[in-house]
């Protein structure tokens, strides 16, 4: 029987760099991965450049059972920690917005890294790994693994959350959490677009491909302002992605469309100036024209001019477009969502070190792991925080 001393299922981006950190230390390591090739959501990411951190990572951005149970780790290996390897492998970046890191060529760039750490620790990667079992008998694990056995003296589970199934999602890793006796917080879509009822979606429809900048806030009062795109679907953009892991079905989001004007003054003042102005005209200048024809529509705006509109009026209009309600419908799911929200429940697995407080040996990490952040970068510096607290830990045992 083949004997390693660690084995980590998942060629993912907690996978490797976990594998890369234990392995430069001597143990002998064995990445299992389903798919053929190794970190295939990175090359998906970031629309091809992956957005590998943030330089704001702060444990508020990720949402978790236990909120606290993430800051260890990521206080352990930052964001700068990350940034000095990108560095190191000469690898061009550069700030997009709010902090997010993508690389200025291709995210490959980042799974070449991640692959030549993994080969100057000489670690073992085998990809179309079919997993039938796993059983840990005496201090060792044993992995079936294609009709053979492997043992290993610590199992990570590595293997992500149930988003985008095409690039290889499975439940696997919330199996071997259950077989191991740890809970599952349930698990939904997250980072994922908004679908709309009909009567709704076949009024915003025609406005497929534009995008506004908003301030969106769920019922909960989490709020964010970026850009809102209309799809042939319902809502998407990094406001709506952003606000999607707070939303529960059946909630209703509210959409401020002028997030940095305060629209009672502006229209009062602009009233003052050009009375004759159509109401229209003038909220053109800020959003365009075929959306403000279907906020007509929707009867947000008034077909009047300016002098045309009263106190009481103008406070409708400008609560209506500071505060649009829109219930959704649903969200498009795992189809397209960038992250899993939930996952491999924190109160039995140690934020130190990231092991099962049930079964030694056993370890968590990446996006398995009820830790979910938001959009832009933060989901991949959990995976990197999380994957060296293990391989610490692993290193010194
Ligand atoms: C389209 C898209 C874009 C994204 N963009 C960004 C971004 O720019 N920035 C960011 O921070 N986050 C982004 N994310 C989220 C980010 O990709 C994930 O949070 C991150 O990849 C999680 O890392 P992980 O190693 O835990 O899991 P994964 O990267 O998902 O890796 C898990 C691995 O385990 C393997 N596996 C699964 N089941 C089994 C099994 N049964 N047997 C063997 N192997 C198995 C999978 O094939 C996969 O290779 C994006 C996600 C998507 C889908």
């Given at each position: 029987m083949e004997k390693f001393d660690v084995i980590i299922i998942g060629a993912g981006a907690a996978g490797l760099f976990c594998a890369a950190n234990v392995g430069q230390k001597g143990l002998k390591v064995l990445v299992l991965d389903n798919g053929k090739k190794a970190g295939r959501k990175i090359l998906m990411s970031g629309g091809g450049r992956c957005n590998f951190t943030n330089l704001y990572i702060d444990?508020?951005?990720?949402?978790?059972?236990?909120?606290?149970?993430?800051?260890?780790?990521?206080?352990?290996?930052?964001?700068?920690?990350?940034?000095?390897?990108?560095?190191?492998?000469?690898i061009p970046y550069h700030e997009k917005i709010l902090g997010q890191l993508f690389c200025d060529n291709s995210a490959q760039d980042i799974v070449d890294l991640l692959l030549i750490e993994c080969k100057v620790a000489?670690?073992?990667?085998?990809?179309?790994?079919?997993?039938?079992?796993?059983?840990?008998?005496?201090?060792?694990?044993?992995?079936?693994?294609?009709?053979?056995?492997?043992?290993?003296?610590?199992?990570?589970?590595?293997?992500?959350?149930l988003?985008?199934?095409?690039?290889?999602?499975?439940?696997?890793?919330?199996?071997?959490?259950?077989?191991?006796?740890?809970?599952?917080?349930?698990?939904?879509?997250?980072?994922?677009?908004?679908?709309?009822?009909?009567?709704?979606?076949?009024?915003?429809?025609?406005?497929?491909?534009?995008?506004?900048?908003?301030?969106?806030?769920?019922?909960?009062?989490?709020?964010?302002?970026?850009?809102?795109?209309?799809?042939?679907?319902?809502?998407?953009?990094?406001?709506?992605?952003?606000?999607?892991?707070?939303?529960?079905?059946?909630?209703?989001?509210s959409i401020n469309l002028f997030p940095n004007i305060n629209l009672i003054d502006y229209l009062t003042h602009e009233q003052t100036?050009?009375?004759?102005?159509?109401?229209?005209?003038l909220l053109a200048k800020y959003l365009p024209k075929r959306f403000i024809e279907t906020l007509q529509i929707l009867k947000k705006i008034p077909d009047k001019s300016l002098k045309q509109l009263n106190k009481s009026q103008i406070n409708t209009i400008a609560e209506g477009l500071h505060n649009w309600q829109i219930q959704p419908n649903s969200t498009e799911g795992y189809r397209t969502a960038e992250v899993t929200l939930g996952g491999v429940d924190t109160s039995s697995i140690s934020s130190k070190t990231m092991e099962s407080e049930k079964v030694i040996g056993l370890y968590f990490i990446g996006e398995v792991v009820d830790v979910t952040g938001w959009l832009g970068g933060y989901n991949f510096q959990w995976a990197w925080s999380s994957a060296w607290a293990c391989a610490q830990h692993l290193i010194k045992s």
């Open positions: 444990p508020t951005a990720y949402i978790s059972t236990n909120p606290h149970f993430c800051k260890s780790a990521l206080a352990r290996f930052t964001q700068w920690d990350f940034i000095a390897l990108v560095q190191k492998h000469n000489g670690v073992s990667l085998r990809f179309q790994s079919e997993i039938t079992e796993i059983k840990k008998i005496d201090n060792k694990f044993l992995v079936y693994v294609n009709e053979k056995v492997i043992s290993s003296n610590a199992l990570i589970v590595a293997s992500g959350g988003s985008m199934p095409k690039l290889g999602a499975t439940p696997f890793g919330y199996r071997i959490a259950e077989q191991f006796g740890h809970n599952i917080q349930p698990t939904r879509a997250a980072l994922v677009p908004f679908t709309l009822h009909k009567t709704l979606l076949d009024v915003l429809q025609t406005l497929s491909g534009i995008a506004i900048s908003v301030k969106v806030s769920s019922q909960n009062a989490m709020t964010f302002q970026e850009n809102l795109l209309f799809t042939h679907r319902g809502l998407s953009g990094p406001a709506i992605l952003q606000i999607s892991s707070y939303w529960q079905p059946g909630e209703h989001i100036i050009h009375p004759n102005l159509l109401l229209k005209n």
